[in-house]
């Protein structure tokens, strides 16, 4: 299937630890995006990497760090986890080659509740 | 600060309605216009996208949009209880912006 994903799709942790949600794309995208999603369901973007590259860095504290071995997966690694860090993490990805409109695609998403 | 702009709702429309879900935009450069629809408990699904001014259409979806009023709506003929959900608006700033920014959203509820 072509798609986005992401792993684990639920994450259970204790305040204070490290954790990493991966997302991989096979949709031939160059774009991929951390999207947080709070309990009132607000949709924010955290980051965004074109091409390996980090385009958007929105004001996320620095215990998020975003990593892009390769245009098909970006991963996000959060350390020292808080309890305001609970919310569900999507993925997306979109392609800025053939259109200007940046369709954008969104994974399945990751529930981080800390304890 | 580029803000995007929803009744949160809930609508609420019987089977077979039409419903209308409105959206504003404050940024008046931006160029590309999206409805995703986002189930409980799921992710958002892009069901629309929308360019340019007038209305565009899919299937039973008809998503209008109007520059000069920075208003972008999305109408749902026939409504269906399988349409019950919330749905978000998303703007584009303008063409090689990577940056999407979403409105709130609006809960759908279609009553059988």
């Known amino acids: 299937d072509t798609a986005v994903s992401q792993t684990p799709k639920y994450l259970v942790t204790q305040m204070g630890n490290d954790k990493s949600i991966k997302c991989e794309q096979n949709?031939?995208?160059?774009?991929m995006y951390w999207y947080k999603q709070d309990s009132k369901k607000f949709l924010k973007i955290m980051f965004s990497?074109?091409?390996?590259?980090?385009?958007i860095n929105e004001t996320v504290p620095n215990r998020f760090s975003p990593k892009s071995p390769d245009k098909a997966h970006l991963n996000l690694h959060i350390n020292s986890l808080e309890l305001g860090d609970s919310a569900v993490y999507f993925c997306?990805?979109?392609?800025?080659?053939?259109?200007?409109?940046?369709?954008?695609?969104f994974g399945p998403g990751t529930r981080l509740t800390v304890l | 600060q580029k803000e995007v702009e929803q009744n949160s709702g809930p609508l609420s429309v019987p089977e077979g309605a039409i419903a209308s879900l409105n959206c504003t935009y404050s940024?008046?450069?931006?160029?590309?216009f999206f409805w995703y629809r986002q189930y409980s408990g799921k992710s958002p699904e892009l069901i629309m996208s929308?360019?340019?001014?007038g209305d565009k259409e899919d299937g039973r979806f008809t998503a209008q949009l109007n520059k000069a009023s920075q208003y972008v709506s999305l109408l749902i003929r026939d409504s269906q209880p399988s349409d019950s959900a919330t749905y978000l608006c998303?703007?584009?700033?303008?063409?090689?912006?990577?940056?999407?920014?979403f409105g709130k959203g609006t809960k759908l509820s279609v009553i059988p």
């Open positions: 998303a703007v584009n700033p303008g063409a090689g912006s990577y940056q999407l920014t």
């Open positions: 949709l031939g995208h160059d774009t």
């Open positions: 929308i360019y340019s001014n």
């Open positions: 990497y074109n091409n390996k590259e980090l385009i």
């Open positions: 997306a990805s979109s392609t800025t080659s053939g259109s200007p409109y940046n369709e954008q695609f």
């Open positions: 940024d008046r450069g931006s160029q590309s």
